[in-house]
T-cell receptor, first 114, second 112 residues
Framework: DGGITQSPKYLFRKEGQNVTLSCEQN?????MYWYRQDPGQGLRLIYYSQIVNDFQKGDIAEGYSVSREKKESFPLTVTSAQKNPTAFYLC?????????????FGDGTRLSIL | DAKTTQPTSMDCAEGRAANLPCNHS???????VYWYRQIHSQGPQYIIH???NNETNEMASLIITEDRKSSTLILPHATLRDTAVYYC?????????????FGAGTRLFVKA
């Protein structure tokens, strides 16, 4: 089945440690996105990519980094500079954002600090 | 992207229609209305979207008022599994429309 796979489902980070969250899609979508969700709140955009080897900062990019070396993959690194990384992280993809087609989401990675 | 306003929570009896309203009074002519839902600890699930005509799919119906300032998502026969947070989002197709803005949504409780 086509879809978006995020791994791991749960992740624990020690203070001062960088961690990388994986996001893979087999929908042949051009655009990919990373969101952060805090308890009881909506989603906030971290980074997005419209095409391979290109990405832009969203609303809360500080302390995060991404790469887009392949169309299918858009990993997110939570760096030690992110002072409050505990959250639910969601990856999404869509055909070109210049169409009306919706974004589709993975099932998320829950990151916690030890 | 235009801002949306939704009730914080709603109840619905199982088997009855659930009607979830959304106000988007500042919507522009090129902005679409999208609905998603999120069940606890899962990613948001796309439900339906439209521009100005009413839309229906296997999950739900979307009714958009003629002036496009509000819309209603209708789940025709709600089940317990429809209990979730429902998000109404307005998004344009221009270069500023790369992100989907999610607010707090409406928490729908379907009761037996």
């Amino acid at each position: 089945d086509g879809g978006i796979t995020q791994s791991p489902k749960y992740l624990f980070r020690k203070e001062g440690q960088n961690v990388t969250l994986s996001c893979e899609q087999n929908l042949n979508h051009d655009a990919m996105y990373w969101y952060r969700q805090d308890p009881g709140q909506g989603l906030r955009l971290i980074y997005y990519s419209q095409i391979v080897n290109d990405f832009q900062k969203g609303d809360i990019a500080e302390g995060y980094s991404v790469s887009r070396e392949k169309k299918e993959s858009f990993p997110l690194t939570v760096t030690s500079a992110q002072k409050n990384p505990t959250a639910f992280y969601l990856c999404a993809s869509s055909p070109s954002p210049k169409t009306n087609q919706p974004q589709h989401f993975g099932d998320g990675t829950r990151l916690s600090i030890l | 992207d235009a801002k949306t306003t939704q009730p914080t929570s709603m109840d619905c009896a199982e088997g009855r229609a659930a009607n979830l309203p959304c106000n988007h009074s500042t919507i522009s002519g090129n902005e679409y209305v999208y609905w998603y839902r999120q069940i606890h600890s899962q990613g948001p699930q796309y439900i339906i979207h439209g521009l100005k005509n009413n839309e229906t799919n296997e999950m739900a119906s979307l009714i958009i008022t003629e002036d496009r300032k509000s819309s209603t998502l209708i789940l025709p026969h709600a089940t317990l599994r429809d209990t979730a947070v429902y998000y109404c989002i307005v998004r344009a197709l221009n270069t500023g429309g790369f992100k989907t803005i999610f607010g707090a949504g409406t928490r729908l409780f379907v009761k037996a």
